[in-house]
Nanobody
Framework: QLQLVESGGGLVQAGGSLRLSCAAS????????MAWFRQAPGKEREFVAA??????NYADSVKGRFTISRDNAKNTVYLQMNSLKPEDTAVYYC?????????????????WGQGTQVTVSS
């Protein structure tokens, strides 16, 4: 079992930055694939970024602007978001899985946080 708690969301102007954190319970955090997804009103949940061991993957829409990182000693995964755009506005969710076939598919992930709202004003 893994419990995930996100924090760090808020309201920011376009061009600004935010850092999201996701704190996980459990003693085997380092084994998990950790990912961030987001869901805007009226849209499906979409993949943002993931980290597995030392590798990272990003959605094309956030490449060069967002950075995912993890601190296994703190059982925490981060999402640094720079150059934010109004279209980044969404609820951001942290997710975890021990293994996935498709990294970008929400259904592959076993554990989810409650979400944190990110709003980018123009």
């Amino acid at each position: 079992q893994l419990q995930l708690v996100e924090s760090g969301g808020g309201l920011v102007q376009a061009g600004g930055s935010l850092r999201l954190s996701c704190a996980a319970s459990g003693r085997t955090f380092s084994r998990y694939i950790m990912a961030w997804f987001r869901q805007a009103p009226g849209k499906e949940r979409e993949f943002v970024a993931a980290t597995r061991w030392s590798s990272t993957n990003y959605a094309d829409s956030v490449k060069g602007r967002f950075t995912i990182s993890r601190d296994n000693a703190k059982n925490t995964v981060y999402l640094q978001m720079n150059s934010l755009k109004p279209e980044d506005t969404a609820v951001y969710y942290c997710a975890a899985a021990t293994d996935v076939k498709v990294l970008t598919a929400p259904d592959e992930y076993d554990y989810w946080g409650q979400g944190t709202q990110v709003t980018v004003s123009s």
